[in-house]
């Protein structure tokens, strides 16, 4: 937790261009479905300070009840938590301008051409790779409730609905959600 | 295809099933499939095909990306700023509205006890799309090594995750995967 490139203090209110950039990096540096979401926490939790560990796990819980894209989600709540509705456009103009710009003239370029197999195989490595940080974001967004055993039994409910039982998300999250609340209303009762 | 009703109805569909895309906007996409390449015909199965496969390779915002490609084939450039407008607008908004309520209650009791509910519900969810794709990705068990490899790096070292990045593309380019 020491080096050198993580910041110690807690910038208060970080500039919108500060909150821009890091959500452009967020986007650029996100391949694939979930790859944003290992740079969001990492640039805002990890190296910026931004935001706590708990907020940044609330706000992945809030915009996975939302409709939309949930990465767009979490650039207009980290942006409306730092800076307030300025700081949401900030952060989504971040993430959209420059890298739609990019994808799209890239995109309509690539369309003109056949699946080049090459391409084709380099695209396959980065999404394997891009697969295994995501399972290590979650695990790292685990770590501080590995003493409570409600949730890890939750997050186990979770993981093995979704990845094995093959159940949509909506599903899994309004037969979840209400179970686990409860289950941690009781423990908080009984911590009275 | 100049016929500006035809811009009308392409973006007005695509901003109402972003507002209801619960769970991310993959979840609409057979209802985008149905009405672009069934309803009308005015995007081919193969193109929006294409369009899916592309969009998920390129960094950046996917989705929004997709739904330009096929705002472009349907209208130009145009049709794609509407269609990238339409699939990101509304959620912004009801992403906005609804953490403004969640922060002004941020102090009171039953937020406490709803935060530490669906945490970790959340966090299940989050391992799971990662090995969701990681069954897609992994066709051969070198790239599943790749997978574990970088899983790994991530959670033992503070190594910037590029370079995994970086390193599964020069694998997968040198034919190794």
């Given at each position: 937790m020491s080096k050198p490139?993580?910041?110690?203090?807690?910038?208060?209110?970080?500039?919108?261009?500060?909150?821009?950039?890091?959500?452009?990096?967020?986007?650029?540096?996100?391949?694939?479905?979930?790859?944003?979401?290992?740079?969001?926490?990492?640039?805002?939790?990890?190296?910026?300070?931004?935001?706590?560990?708990?907020?940044?796990?609330?706000?992945?819980?809030?915009?996975?009840?939302?409709?939309?894209?949930?990465?767009?989600?979490?650039?207009?709540?980290?942006?409306?938590?730092?800076?307030?509705?300025?700081?949401?456009?900030?952060?989504?103009?971040?993430?959209?301008?420059?890298?739609?710009?990019?994808?799209?003239?890239?995109?309509?370029?690539?369309?003109?051409?056949?699946?080049?197999?090459?391409?084709?195989?380099?695209?396959?490595?980065?999404?394997?790779?891009?697969?295994?940080?995501?399972?290590?974001?979650?695990?790292r967004m685990m770590l501080p409730h590995r003493g409570s055993p409600a949730a890890v039994i939750f997050a186990s409910l979770g993981f093995l609905l979704m990845a094995l039982a093959k159940l949509p998300l909506l599903i899994v999250l309004i037969g979840l959600a209400p179970l686990s609340i409860a289950a941690a209303g009781f423990q908080i009762a009984r911590a009275r | 295809m100049s016929d500006p009703s035809i811009l009308a109805a392409l973006t007005a569909r695509l901003a109402l099933l972003s507002s209801i895309s619960f769970g991310g906007f993959p979840t609409v996409l057979p209802d985008v499939r149905h009405f672009v390449v069934v309803a009308h015909g005015w995007v081919t199965d193969q193109e929006f095909t294409n369009y899916f496969a592309l969009a998920q390779s390129i960094p950046g915002p996917n989705m929004i990306l997709m739904m330009s490609f096929v705002g472009w084939k349907v209208w130009g450039l145009p049709g794609a700023l509407a269609s990238a407008a339409a699939t990101f607008g509304p959620p912004c908004t009801i992403y906005f509205a609804s953490y403004s309520l969640w922060d002004r209650f941020r102090d009171a009791r039953w937020q406490e006890t709803v935060r530490r509910g669906l945490v970790p519900v959340t966090i299940g969810l989050v391992i799971a799309s990662g090995t969701v794709m990681a069954r897609a990705a992994d066709v051969d068990w070198q790239a599943a090594a790749v997978t574990i490899a970088a899983a790994t790096l991530m959670l033992s070292t503070r190594l910037n995750p590029l370079w995994m990045l970086l390193a599964g593309g020069t694998l997968g380019g040198l034919g190794l995967l």
């Open positions: 490139d993580i910041k110690q203090s807690y910038p208060e209110h970080p500039s919108l261009a500060a909150v821009s950039i890091a959500f452009l990096k967020v986007s650029l540096y996100g391949i694939g479905g979930g790859g944003g979401l290992v740079w969001a926490r990492r640039i805002t939790v990890d190296q910026q300070r931004w935001i706590s560990e708990q907020d940044f796990a609330d706000i992945v819980s809030l915009c996975q009840f939302m409709p939309g894209p949930n990465i767009v989600g979490i650039a207009v709540c980290v942006g409306t938590r730092l800076r307030g509705a300025i700081g949401a456009v900030a952060a989504v103009s971040g993430f959209l301008l420059i890298p739609w710009t990019i994808g799209f003239i890239v995109g309509v370029l690539c369309l003109q051409h056949a699946q080049n197999p090459v391409l084709q195989h380099i695209l396959g490595g980065i999404s394997a790779a891009a697969a295994g940080l995501l399972v290590a974001t979650g695990l | -």
